[in-house]
């Protein structure tokens, strides 16, 4: 569209921005480097403990048939804590690009953390036959508390998962400072 003068109206320029000599900017500078320093912590533990988690599952494949149970816990119990730490770096790289953090990752991390709790209840070895005779009242009031606490965990999975289903449903609106096409 052309303006009454003849000339292509210009694109709005940009706001600039603190530079690094500014306290701002130094601010700025130092909050991405601590993200950098947090974001790379998060992806080295999420490597450390899925070569963990490899080697519980050659330890399941060749260890003892009895220890299958216990060895199969643990392995899952570390892949939903690797699926925790990298759903948390991709938060964290996110807020490096200066896009807006979405809710969508945390309420993620938020329902592998619960379904991670589910089974480490379900799973777990609680033996009260095994216990001392001391033990056994709190391991009594251990089992009759895990089904309330499932129970609101799978209220709480319910809530997780219609929050995500509703924000990817509804449309994204943009905020102030964003441009281009709105993702869906």
């Given amino acids: 569209m052309m303006r ?3 000339e292509e109206p210009r694109p709005p320029q940009a706001l600039p921005g603190p530079g690094w000599g500014t306290p701002v900017g130094l601010l700025i500078g130092a909050e991405r480097a601590i993200f950098s320093f947090v974001g790379f912590l998060l992806f080295v533990a999420a490597f450390v403990l899925a070569v963990r988690a490899a080697g519980d599952i050659w330890t399941l ?3 003892p048939y009895e220890a299958t149970i216990a060895t199969g816990t643990a392995f899952l119990d570390m ?3 690797v699926l925790m730490i990298v759903e948390l770096a991709y938060t964290v790289t996110v807020s490096l690009r200066g896009t807006v953090l979405a809710a969508e990752p945390f309420l993620i991390v938020a329902l592998i953390a619960v379904i991670r709790r589910m089974l480490v209840i379900t799973i ?3 033996t009260p036959s095994g216990l001392p005779a001391e033990h056994a009242t709190s391991a009594s009031a251990v089992l009759g508390a895990q089904p309330m606490e ?3 965990l799978t209220a709480v999975v319910l809530a997780l998962v219609a929050a995500i289903v509703l924000l990817r449903r509804l449309p994204r609106t943009r905020g102030p400072f964003e ?3 709105s993702e869906v």
């Fill in 61 to 63: 494949v060749t260890g």
């Fill in 124 to 126: 777990g070895d609680v």
């Fill in 4 to 6: 009454q003068d003849g």
């Fill in 150 to 152: 499932l129970g609101i």
């Fill in 79 to 81: 892949m939903l804590l």
């Fill in 179 to 181: 441009s281009g096409p």
